[in-house]
């Protein structure tokens, strides 16, 4: 026997009027998961994932959280324990931003003291000086500052799961890609239940432990970034995937190291990838600078390894 | 401090406590101001309305315009919350469309229209002020609530709190600057109308201002208009200074 998955899924079907939303979808999501919805805009997601908060009521079918149908937990003591953070943040215009992460844990009733600390520990925790942001209302911050706010107030009671749609899509390129990486690093300390809704494939791409393809309310394909670009089910998964884009999204998904060899002294130090890098990134780097050899140099600058575009064409991603 | 800083930190609350001082002084100085007034009117007999004490006229007529706005504001705020509950959208098209009509209403049809159905006298113009003062206040409290960003709607239920919790802490605060710049509109519109109550027997300021017109005098209409023009001055000035200043 298996253990029991944190949200289940089991044939949730939801309709407005004649119109099925979400058609008997089946999803298990483990603990410590980090879930992503993709999907054409208008294919469910959002709506998938505001059923597990029961901000919709799902029509059919079942939704278990810890194994307990999340019909029987009353709803605000439901969204209490689920952070929710969504694109265009919502915090609250007229409260500063510690008031604003202070929320769920006024909800519970945490004491002042405890709140206080919880809430300078993620303001630093997301790169957010307390001295100068506490005190800040959400229309003097920037579109990535905000948005660091909703992810810190979506953690603050420190809920198991994390139910966040597309919360970095109206960012540019460059602050959205620091802050998925600030989420991936701190996943990785945090291990909570993620389930994310995007729509930029690189973006699923990297965050993603399981990736679940969506297309009119039903789950096309589901597995983890790499089997779905391995074997993609159908046309409409490869395309989404990337289409011819693939090799390189699937480059993107390995790590230098995995395909290092040892030190080559022959080669020079420039250019040099580092082992943490990916190997989309290496490519990039071969081409630019057209050789076929790289060093790999490591974060003080001493020499790792060697990598060999051989070894790429060879099968190893 | 200099003195245009010291004005810019006190002087909206300064404001409604000059402008009462200011119609303090004008009761006091009224009765006294014959000559004055005789300059003014060199024709009249009297020159200074003699059936009413100002002060009374003046108390009695704030009593109206006080027991009204009071109906209007626990009506109208009271009807835009029910109206923008998920219980009560039903009624929120009516609601929308009565607030956008009354204003073509003209206050004087409304008293017309009350005398016949409840008499003559304080009741009528009452039930007139209320029923003209609850529109801005309507109309202002449907657009504080409907204006409310749907994403902080949304993440506040999405957070877990109650509708109570969201009334209390969200839409209120955040439509109350709306919602008093519309009783600030009533209350100012009510001081106005309220003296047309006189034409129906009503004892407010509008009496001096009628019997004026009807003598030919033009002292009393003096009297009648200046303490009405600085009463509601006064109390524009106290919304002034009670609106929350935008951050
Ligand atoms: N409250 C609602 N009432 C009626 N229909 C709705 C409601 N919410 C969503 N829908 C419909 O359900 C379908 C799925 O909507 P949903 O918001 O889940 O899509 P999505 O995958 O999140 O799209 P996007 O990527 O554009 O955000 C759409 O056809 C939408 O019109
Ligand atoms: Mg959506």
Known sequence: MTETPRIALKGVTKRFGAETAVDAISLNIAAGEFCVLVGTSGCGKSTTLRMINRLIEHSDGEIHIDGQPIREIDPQRLRRRIGYAIQSTGLFPHWTVARNIALVPGLLKWPRARTLERVEELMTLLGLAPSEFADKYPAQLSGGQAQRVGVARALAADPEILLMDEPFGALDPITRESLQEELRRLQGRIRKTIVFVTHDMDEALKLADRLVVMRAGRIVQQGSPAELLAAPADEFVASLLGGRDRGLKRAALTPVARLMRPVDARLPMEPAVAPDEDLRLALSVMLWHRVETLAVVDGEGRACGSLHLSDLMGGGI | ?247
Do not use: C
């Open chain 2, 1 to 247: 401090m200099s003195a245009v800083a010291i004005w810019h930190r006190y002087g909206r609350g300064l404001a409604p406590l000059l402008w009462g001082a200011g119609l303090v002084g004008l009761l006091a100085w009224l009765p006294r101001a014959e000559g004055f007034f005789r300059w003014l009117a060199p024709g009249a007999r009297v020159v200074i309305y003699p059936r009413d004490d100002f002060t009374a006229l003046l108390l009695n007529h704030l009593a109206l315009v006080g027991v009204a706005s009071g109906l209007a504001i626990l009506l109208g705020v009271g009807a835009a919350l029910v109206v923008t509950r998920p219980w009560g959208r039903d009624f929120l098209p009516l609601a929308s469309q009565l607030a956008a009509m009354g204003q073509t209403f003209p206050p004087v049809a409304v008293l017309a229209l009350a005398v016949p159905s409840l008499g003559f006298g304080a009741l009528p113009t009452v039930v007139a002020l209320v029923l003209y003062g609850l529109l801005p206040i309507l109309r202002n409290g449907l657009a504080g609530i409907e204006g409310i960003d749907p994403a902080v709607r949304e993440a506040a239920r999405g957070m877990g709190m109650s509708p109570g919790q969201v009334l209390w802490r969200l839409e209120l605060p955040l439509a109350a600057p709306v919602m008093l710049a519309g009783i600030r509109t009533s209350v100012t519109v009510g001081i106005a109308t309220a003296a047309i109550g006189s034409t129906i027997g009503a004892k407010t300021l509008g009496d001096p201002i009628i019997a004026g017109i009807v003598n030919g005098n033009s002292a009393y209409i003096l009297q009648g208009a200046l303490l009405i023009g600085v009463l509601a001055l006064t109390l524009d000035s106290l919304f002034e200074a009670l609106t929350p200043r935008r951050r």
